[in-house]
């Protein structure tokens, strides 16, 4: 037997919407206006992780951080695929099994070809 769903059905998840958005409305709103309002030249300076600001911020650096923080993006989200695998192991059975060894592989065939063209080393 299927259920059909009516627009009433989605009332509460509205009404939390309206919620959350009228309480950072509320909160942006009144901070703004309780909160105190000194501005000196410390306060209006920039500010990079407590290391005072020197020359151009338009020097060039490495691309190696960008690089690993790719990666380590992209294996990481390889990682999440596995989750729904994890929790379905046992519907899934060997050919489930399988299919997550085909994707294994070929995550760690990509895990060696990042290693062989040295993309993670720092140097």
Do not use: C
Request: aromatic share 16%; no cysteine; hydrophobic share 60%.
């Amino acid at each position: 037997m299927e259920t059909q769903s009516v627009p009433v059905d989605f009332l509460p998840i509205v009404f939390q919407i309206i919620v959350a958005l009228g309480f950072v409305v509320v909160t942006l709103i009144a901070t703004h206006f309780l909160g105190p309002k000194r501005k000196t030249a410390d306060k209006l300076a920039t500010f990079e992780a407590g290391v005072k600001v020197v020359g151009n911020a338009r020097q060039p650096f490495s691309i190696k951080y960008f690089l690993v923080a790719i990666l380590f993006v992209l294996f990481d989200v390889e990682v999440i695929f596995m989750y729904p695998w994890a929790v379905n192991f046992r519907e899934l059975g060997m050919a489930g099994m399988v299919e997550m060894f085909i994707f294994m592989g070929t995550l760690l065939l990509g895990f060696i070809y990042v290693l062989k063209k040295k993309a993670l080393d720092w140097n």
